[in-house]
C-alpha cells in the first residue's frame, strides 16, 4: 500500500495498469505501527500520536530518560493508514483491487505469474509481501518477536501523554527479553504492550495475566476499561531474505525489511520504497543494489540474536547498559543502520566485549563459509 500510494503520488505509475490482490479489504483496525523518526516522513498527518519525552526501565527499576536531539516516538493506527491511502487510490482508473487469496507466484523470462483460487494474473513486475518462514541454514537464528496489546480508559492517574516508556523491563523474564511498551494516547487513554523476543509462543492467557499484573503492580492502575486489543507475530532471523527473483521484487517482511535485531519493519520499508521509486524514475525499473541493512549491520545483528540465544549475557541486562550508557541519538541511527564509525563504536563500548566478540567472529566465519 505504501508502495503504491508513493507511486501514484510521485506520477510514476499513471500511466501503467496495476493490480493489488490482497485476502481482506482493508476496512477495519488490526494493528498500530510504531517507529522512531527524526523529522518528516511521507504518513506524517496521519501519525496518530507522538512522543517527545522517552524513557527506559530497567528490570530493578532504574529509570532513564532518554537524550534523543530531535528523535520521536511516533505510532500510526492501520485503520488510518487505510482510510488515508484507499480513497486516494480508489481514484485512479488504471489500478485494480481484486479481493482473493494469493495461492502461488513465479516469474521467468521477465514475466509474473500471479495465481489465486479464482484467477491467474500475469505482469510485468510483481511487488510481494506475502511473507513465508524461510527454510534456514545451517546456526542461522530464528527469534519471533511476539507481542499482545491493550488500550484502555481509566480515571487512574497515568503516564503524562508526551512520554512514553520505550521499553519498560519492570516484569518477570523467566522466557526470554521481555518487556513492555508504554505509550499514552490520551489524559484517559493507555495503550501497553507486552513483548517478547523468544523462540516460542505462550498461551494467549499468558499475556493477558502479564498485562494485569503489569497496570496492577507497576503502573498502580486498577480500575479500567479495555477498549481495544491486538496481537502479533514478527520474525527476528539473521537469515538472508531474496529480495529479487527474476521481475518478483520482495518487500517488508518478505524482502528482509524486518530489522533483526530489533523487529521494526515500517520504516524500513519506507526506504526500500524509496529505492525502487527512484530506480524506477532513472532507470525504468525497479531494481537497486544497495540495501538498507548493510553486510555489516547484518554481521551486528547476527551477533545479538546468538549472544540472546546462548543466554550467557540475558536480554534485559544487556538493553540496560546500551541505554543506560548510550544516548539514544546515537542508538537509533544505529539501530537504523545509520550510524558513524564513532557512533558504532560508542555502542560496542556500552556492552560486555566478550560475548559479543566471540559470536561477532562467529557470524564472520559463517558468512565467509557460506
Not at 511516533?74 to 479481493?99: A, E
Not at 487513554?189 to 516460542?200: C, D, Q, V
Not at 558513524?340 to 558468512?367: E, G, H, N, W, Y
Amino acid at each position: 500500500m505504501s508502495l503504491l500510494y508513493r507511486a501514484m503520488k510521485a506520477g510514476v505509475w499513471t500511466s501503467e495498469n496495476i493490480i493489488v490482490v490482497d485476502r481482506t479489504e482493508k476496512k477495519e483496525h488490526d494493528k498500530i505501527w510504531s517507529f522512531w523518526k527524526k523529522g518528516r516522513i511521507d504518513f506524517e498527518e496521519i501519525i496518530y500520536h507522538q512522543w517527545d519525552n522517552l524513557f527506559f526501565f530497567s528490570n530493578t527499576g532504574d529509570k532513564t530518560g532518554l537524550q534523543t536531539r530531535g528523535y520521536t516516538y511516533n505510532s500510526i493506527r492501520s485503520i488510518d493508514f487505510y482510510q488515508y491511502v484507499l480513497p486516494y487510490l480508489y481514484q485512479f482508473k488504471n489500478i485494480t483491487f481484486v479481493k482473493a487469496d494469493v495461492t502461488a507466484v513465479s516469474s521467468s523470462n521477465g514475466e509474473c505469474r500471479l495465481v489465486t483460487s479464482e484467477q491467474t494474473y500475469t505482469a510485468k513486475y510483481l511487488f510481494n509481501s506475502v511473507y513465508h518462514q524461510p527454510l534456514l541454514l545451517k546456526e542461522e537464528q530464528y527469534f519471533l518477536q511476539h507481542f499482545k496489546g491493550w488500550r484502555i480508559k481509566t480515571d487512574s492517574e497515568i503516564p503524562p501523554v508526551s512520554s512514553a516508556y520505550l521499553m519498560d523491563f519492570r516484569t518477570g523474564q523467566e522466557h526470554g527479553t521481555t518487556f513492555f511498551y508504554t505509550l499514552p494516547m490520551a489524559q484517559n487513554e493507555l495503550f501497553i504492550e507486552y513483548t517478547l523476543f523468544t523462540k516460542s509462543l505462550l498461551q494467549q492467557e499468558e499475556y493477558d495475566d502479564k498485562i494485569r499484573i503489569y497496570l496492577a503492580e507497576i503502573l498502580k492502575i486498577d480500575d479500567y476499561e479495555k477498549v481495544e486489543e491486538e496481537f502479533g507475530v514478527i520474525p527476528m532471523t539473521d537469515h538472508v531474505f531474496k529480495r529479487f527473483d527474476d521481475h518478483i521484487i520482495y518487500i517488508g517482511t518478505a524482502g528482509g525489511d524486518t530489522r533483526a535485531s530489533t523487529g521494526y519493519t515500517f520504516m524500513n520499508t519506507q526506504k526500500t520504497i524509496s529505492k525502487i521509486l527512484d530506480a524506477y524514475k532513472q532507470y525504468g525499473n525497479p531494481f537497486f543494489k544497495d540495501e538498507n541493512t548493510s553486510l555489516k549491520h547484518q554481521l551486528y545483528d547476527s551477533t545479538l540474536l546468538n549472544v540472546l540465544d546462548k543466554g550467557k549475557y540475558k536480554g534485559h541486562q544487556l538493553f540496560s547498559d546500551l541505554f543506560s550508557k548510550s544516548p539514544a541519538y546515537f542508538i537509533f541511527p544505529f539501530l537504523d543502520a545509520e550510524a558513524s564509525i564513532f557512533q558504532d563504536i560508542q555502542i560496542m563500548k556500552s556492552l560486555r566485549v566478550m560475548p559479543f566478540l566471540k559470536s561477532f567472529t562467529q557470524a564472520v566465519f559463517r558468512k565467509i563459509r557460506g
